[in-house]
């Protein structure tokens, strides 16, 4: 069968090297999926979302990639620096409903 | 102006205090959210307003009371809290109710209830 990554509470990442964090989420109605940094003493932020017609979506240093088949979310942020030091949390939307719901969260921390 | 402000940002309070947490936004956006937030977990919905109108409380307990005064502001009033409400409460907005994905989160405000 299929591999996919287990979901991590926390991941430390040398600076410059990829990272990847891993999400499962639970619906499969959900049609929309967004990855969120939230930074120490703010709110959760944007990064990057992705359809669920779409399997792999670029940014700017991030990838999403998405696997219906067995309700897989990643993250992968390419030559990770210090400020990517924060809790990384994927949201499942089913728009219909509308409301979000967020995943258990990784912190990444970055070594220097 | 992409901001959603809260206040205040910290809040300490008694058992048997009243007080109320304040959200705003001028992105025009009309729907708006509660969040709460325990420590290293993730943020959980507790209310959404859609046009100014209450269109999903998650069951969450009659002492928290949320309003929205008109489309820019948001309020949660306290009542009677309990030391386990202690957490992050999230405010947040987005353009739609159906555009629920594209939220734009405030930087939240720690609840102390003691």
Redesign the interface.
């Known amino acids: 069968g299929e591999s996919v990554g287990l979901h991590l509470p926390t991941l430390s990442v040398q600076e410059g090297d990829n990272s990847i964090i891993n999400c499962a989420y639970s619906n499969s109605a959900s049609d929309?999926f967004?990855w969120y940094k939230q930074e120490s003493?703010?709110?959760?932020?944007?990064i990057i979302?992705i359809r669920s017609n779409m399997d792999k979506r670029q940014g700017q240093r991030v990838t999403v990639l998405l696997n219906k088949t067995v309700k897989h979310l990643s993250l992968q942020i390419a030559a990770t620096q210090p400020g990517d030091s924060a809790?990384y949390?994927c949201?499942e939307?089913h728009?219909n409903a509308?409301?979000?719901?967020?995943?258990?969260?990784t912190?990444l921390t970055v070594k220097p | 102006d992409t901001e959603v402000t809260q206040t205040p940002k910290h809040l300490v309070m008694g058992m048997t205090n009243k007080k109320s947490l304040k959200c705003e936004q001028h992105m025009g956006h009309r729907a708006m959210y509660w969040y709460k937030q325990k420590a290293k977990k993730p943020p959980e919905l507790m209310f959404v307003y859609s046009y100014e109108k209450l269109s999903i409380n998650e069951s969450v307990p009659s002492r928290f009371s949320p309003e929205c005064p008109n489309s820019s502001l948001l309020n949660l009033h306290l009542h009677a809290l309990q030391p386990e409400d202690s957490a992050l409460y999230l405010c947040a907005s987005s353009q739609e109710p159906s555009l629920s994905y594209e939220q734009y989160f405030g930087p939240g405000t720690r609840l102390t209830v003691t």
């Open positions: 929309y967004i003493g703010k709110g959760p932020q944007f979302d809790v949390f949201a939307i728009t509308g409301k979000s719901t967020f995943g258990d969260g912190t």
